[in-house]
């Protein structure tokens, strides 16, 4: 079964720093990732997924992944942080079997 | 265009008696998903729904969960005698899902308390 760690429980990150949240993900055959970002009280929203193609994908607000397949890693970075980035972000691999496994999430906080 | 909706956003009920939550999804999206999202868990795969198929029940917990599709469309989630465990954020999602590439859609959650 396909599975996902997201290491960090928080990433801390001054506003305007570059922002990383990491993801590792654990699947049989070709893996279909996804990242979402849920706000407070409200429900997830898609940000970006990697298919198939070029390594880097670029997604909704600014954000952009990289999937790198010898280490099964596809981390979500942004290159200026904003406050309002300060969010839930969740890590999710697609199999064979078209299960969405998510990873645990990573509370971001910006901080002004 | 129109979103996934989920009613009621919040629900409170005592310890043994049974809950339905509805899911919308957006209209066309063939398949459905329910998960449970509790503090510090991340989401839980609950049931999937996909067209005329028998649905994927795999993720429920237990017997006392069960879900059901009505017309390929709106989907209602039961939880009979519930526990104070199933208390948590329930979410649901749609997408096209003509392959496994396609994203899912959340609606907003329904809120479940049980006292």
């Known amino acids: 079964a396909q599975s996902v760690a997201q290491p960090e429980d928080q990433v801390n990150v001054a506003e305007g720093n570059p922002l990383t949240v990491k993801c590792t993900y654990s699947v049989s055959g070709n893996p279909y990732l996804f990242w979402y970002v849920q706000y407070p009280n409200r429900g997830l929203q898609f940000l970006l997924k990697?298919?198939?193609?070029?390594?880097l994908v670029k997604g909704s607000y600014g954000f952009e992944a990289e999937f790198n397949k010898s280490q099964t890693s596809f981390h979500l970075k942004k290159p200026s942080a904003l406050v309002s980035d300060s969010a839930l972000y969740f890590c999710?691999?697609?199999?064979?079997?078209?299960?969405?496994?998510f990873g645990k999430g990573n509370q971001v906080v910006v901080i002004p | 265009g129109a979103g996934v909706s989920q009613s009621p956003s919040n629900k409170v009920t005592e310890k043994g008696k049974d809950v339905e939550l509805r899911c919308d999804p957006i209209?066309?999206?063939?398949?459905l998903y329910w998960y449970r999202q509790s503090l510090g868990q991340g989401l839980e795969f609950l049931i999937y729904?996909?067209?005329?198929?028998?649905?994927?029940k795999s993720g429920l917990p237990s017997d006392r969960f069960s879900a059901e599709r009505t017309g390929g469309s709106v989907s209602t989630l039961t939880i009979q005698r519930t526990q104070q465990e199933d208390s948590a954020v329930y979410l649901c999602?749609?997408?096209?899902?003509?392959?496994?590439?396609?994203?899912?859609?959340f609606g907003p959650g329904t809120r479940l308390t049980v006292t």
């Open positions: 990697y298919i198939t193609g070029d390594n």
């Open positions: 999710a691999v697609r199999g064979w079997n078209n299960r969405l496994a």
């Open positions: 729904f996909q067209g005329n198929s028998a649905p994927d």
């Open positions: 999602a749609s997408s096209i899902d003509r392959d496994s590439s396609y994203e899912q859609y």
């Open positions: 209209s066309g999206h063939t398949a």
